[in-house]
C-alpha cells in the first residue's frame, strides 16, 4: 500500500525587487538563516545548510537536486507557495515560472496560495514598535480571480501538476480571511471546465480543527490540519503563564520539546476522507522572529519518522488516491521548518522519511 506525499517548497531564496526595497539589495531568507544566534542555553541556532548550502533557486541544479532529495525521501510532489496580492500582483514566482516554462526537474508539484500579508516584524526588545505592513492581501472580485487563473494556467495545464480523483489539487491557506472564497471556488470551478481541465480539488487549512466544517460548507474538498502550531494554545494555565512572563520580561522564545509537540500535530479526525494529515519535522521561528518565536526543541529525526508512521496509519483505509500527507515543509529554513540535509542531521529527515514508507509498503502489503 502506498502513501502519497507532498511537501510544501518556500521559493523565496532569489532576490527580487520587493525585497531588495524592504529589506535591503541581496536580501534572501538565507539573511535570516546566517545571522540567527542562540537566544538560550542549548538553543540548537543558527542551522547550516550542507548539500545544497547557501542556494540560489534561479539555478536550475539546485532545483534538479531538490527533486532528487526530495524522491530519495518518498516525497511525490512539491506544494509550491504562491503569492498573488490582488490587482495582478504576484510575487516570488520566478522559480516555479521556470519550473513550468523549462519543463525541469521533471517532479510533480501542485500549489498553496498563501493568501496573507507581510510585515517586516519587529522584535528588537528595546523596540517597542509594532509590525510594520509591507504587502497587504487583498481580494479585488471576478476580473482578479480570473486574471489569477490565466496566470497559473500554463500550470495547470502541466502534465506535473499533481491530480486527485482526477482534479487539480490546490491549497488555499488562510480560506476563512478570504470573503469572497465561495465565489472564487465556484469561478475557478467553472474555468477549469471552459479550458479543458476537468475540476479542482480544493482544500483549504484548518489552523485549529474548530473550523472545519465551516470550510468545507464554502465548497472545499478537503482540509488539512495544521494543529502543530496551536501547542501554546493547548496548554494549561500554568504553562501559558510560564512562557508569556518569559517572552515578555525575559526575552525568551516559546520553548516546547517537539517529543511534546507531536502530541497535538495529528487527531483521529485524519481518519476522514476530508481530512489531510499535516506533519512537520522541525520548527524554530527565531531567524525570523527573534524571542517572539516558537521553538520545539529536540527535533530529531527518530521522533519525525515516529509522527510520520502515525500518519501513516491514520490514512491506510481511505482511498488510494486520497491516502495524501502534507509535510510542513521541504525548506522553510528561516522557520527552521525544513527536510534539506544540514550539519546536524544531515539526511536525517530525508532518511526517517523514507523509512516510515517503506514500513508502511511492507506491513500493509
Not at 59 to 78: D, K, M, S, T
Not at 125 to 136: A, F, S, Y
Not at 168 to 178: D, E, H, Q, R
Not at 257 to 264: P, T
Request: hydrophobic content about 35%; glycine content about 6%; overall charge neutral.
Amino acid at each position: 500500500m502506498k502513501a502519497r506525499v507532498f511537501a510544501y517548497y518556500l521559493p523565496q531564496f532569489h532576490p527580487f525587487p520587493e525585497n531588495d526595497e524592504w529589506w535591503g539589495k541581496g536580501f534572501t531568507e538565507w539573511t535570516n538563516v546566517a545571522r540567527a544566534r542562540k537566544l538560550f542555553p542549548g538553543h540548537d541556532q543558527p542551522r547550516i545548510p550542507t548539500d545544497l548550502g547557501f542556494y540560489d533557486l534561479r539555478v536550475p541544479e539546485v532545483r534538479e537536486e531538490q527533486a532528487r532529495l526530495a524522491r530519495e525521501a518518498g516525497i511525490e510532489a512539491f506544494c509550491y507557495y504562491e503569492y498573488w496580492f490582488g490587482n495582478g500582483r504576484h510575487l516570488m514566482n520566478r522559480p516555479f515560472e521556470e519550473v513550468v516554462a523549462s519543463g525541469k526537474p521533471d517532479f510533480p508539484f501542485c500549489l498553496c496560495w498563501a493568501n496573507h500579508s507581510w510585515y517586516k516584524k519587529l522584535w528588537n526588545p528595546n523596540d517597542p514598535g509594532k509590525d510594520q505592513l509591507l504587502i497587504e492581501q487583498q481580494y479585488h472580485g471576478e476580473d482578479d480571480y480570473r486574471a489569477h487563473f490565466q496566470a497559473l494556467l500554463p500550470a495547470f495545464k502541466d502534465k506535473r501538476y499533481v491530480r486527485v480523483n482526477g482534479k487539480l489539487f490546490y491549497i488555499i491557506y488562510k480560506p476563512l480571511a478570504f470573503p469572497d472564497v465561495a465565489n472564487f471556488i465556484k469561478l475557478w470551478r467553472q474555468l477549469a471546465k471552459e479550458n479543458g481541465l476537468g475540476d479542482f480539488y480544493f482544500v483549504g487549512s484548518d489552523f485549529n480543527s474548530d473550523h472545519r466544517d465551516e470550510i468545507l460548507a464554502l465548497g472545499f474538498d478537503a482540509t488539512h490540519n495544521v494543529d502543530n502550531l496551536n501547542i501554546y494554545h493547548r496548554s494549561n494555565f500554568f504553562v501559558k503563564a510560564l512562557r508569556t512572563v518569559g517572552r515578555k520580561y525575559l526575552h525568551i522564545p516559546m520553548i516546547y520539546r517537539y517529543k511534546d509537540a507531536m502530541k497535538y500535530m495529528l487527531n483521529d479526525d485524519c481518519r476522514r476522507r476530508d481530512v489531510i494529515p499535516v506533519i512537520v519535522p522541525n520548527w524554530d521561528h527565531t531567524p525570523r522572529s527573534g524571542y517572539k518565536g516558537l521553538v520545539m526543541t529536540n527535533a530529531l529525526p527518530k521522533y519525525f519518522k515516529q509522527l510520520a508512521k502515525k500518519a501513516l496509519e491514520l490514512i491506510k483505509d481511505k482511498p488510494a488516491e486520497e491516502r495524501i500527507i502534507i509535510v510542513k515543509s521541504w525548506n522553510e529554513w528561516a522557520e527552521g521548518n525544513y527536510m534539506e540535509p544540514d550539519q546536524r542531521f544531515g539526511h536525517g529527515y530525508i532518511d526517517a522519511l523514507h523509512e516510515a514508507l517503506e514500513e508502511f509498503e511492507s506491513e500493509t502489503k
